[in-house]
């Protein structure tokens, strides 16, 4: 006769009941994910530790995904998809760009280091897609050229990531905002200043204003510049 079960003693508490597993699946596995790229970076992202995420075992989770590239492919066609479309149908074409842009840059900044997944890659996930479709709508209906309208999609795609990736770099090193950019700023303004004028004289000149300016300012003065130069083939510029 089996012997009866040892009672727990009082002063114990009670142990709670398992929480339910969440049920697996690719959105499941994307939502962890990205989770973890936003409280520890991409760097700490590897299956093994979506499946920790997950409370499951890695090999579960190949199911969803070949691999960490095409999770992290997902993944960042994830984030494309919280970028509001542009509208061809705006009455300022080279507003809804500047929109986008900078909508593009505050999505990809509100995510950590993700859009380094975005360096040297054409996306071309259903979300990514569909953005860069609409990006095209509203420049060729501004009567841009084709290649003029690839081309410069292209290079204000790059001027939003390498300014996202910077600004994730100087967060990881406790730059976070202007207020604490501006020790290191004015360390490189001082010693810009203080090189041998006979040699440097344009970069001793110029110390104060190479690293004047917010972060926020620079990118405006970016993307201002691409569509200035832009605005020339438009319908109406020289593109006629």
């Excluded at 593009?104 to 380094?116: E, T």
């Excluded at 040297?120 to 003029?148: C, H, K, Q």
Aim: charged share 25%.
């Amino acid at each position: 006769m089996p012997a009866a079960a040892i009672p727990a003693p009082p002063w114990r508490a009670p142990k709670k009941p398992p929480a339910a597993r969440q049920p697996l699946s690719a959105e499941a596995v994307l939502s962890a994910a990205l989770r973890l790229v936003d409280r520890d970076g991409l760097d700490a992202l590897s299956m093994r530790r979506v499946a920790q995420e997950l409370g499951t075992g890695a090999a579960s989770l190949y199911a969803y995904f070949a691999n960490k590239e095409e999770l992290l492919e997902q993944l960042l066609d994830r984030v494309i998809g919280e970028v509001p479309l542009p509208s061809p149908a705006a009455p300022d074409w080279a507003d809804e760009i500047k929109r986008s842009c900078y909508a593009s840059r505050a999505v990809f900044c509100a995510h950590r280091d993700l859009v380094k997944v975005a360096r040297a890659s054409i996306p071309v996930g259903p979300n990514s897609l569909r953005y860069t479709e609409a990006m095209l709508a509203v420049l060729r209906g501004a009567g841009i050229p084709d290649r003029i309208a690839a081309w410069s999609l292209d290079q204000l795609s790059l001027v939003v990531v390498a300014d996202a990736i910077e600004a994730a770099i100087h967060a990881e090193r406790g730059r976070r905002t202007e207020a604490d950019s501006a020790p290191y700023f004015a360390q490189v303004r001082d010693y810009l200043a203080n090189l041998p004028a006979d040699e440097f004289p344009n970069l001793v000149a110029m110390a104060p204003t190479m690293v004047e300016g917010s972060g926020d300012e620079r990118f405006a003065f970016a993307i201002d510049l691409m569509l200035g130069g832009l605005a020339r083939h438009a319908r109406g510029g020289d593109g006629r």
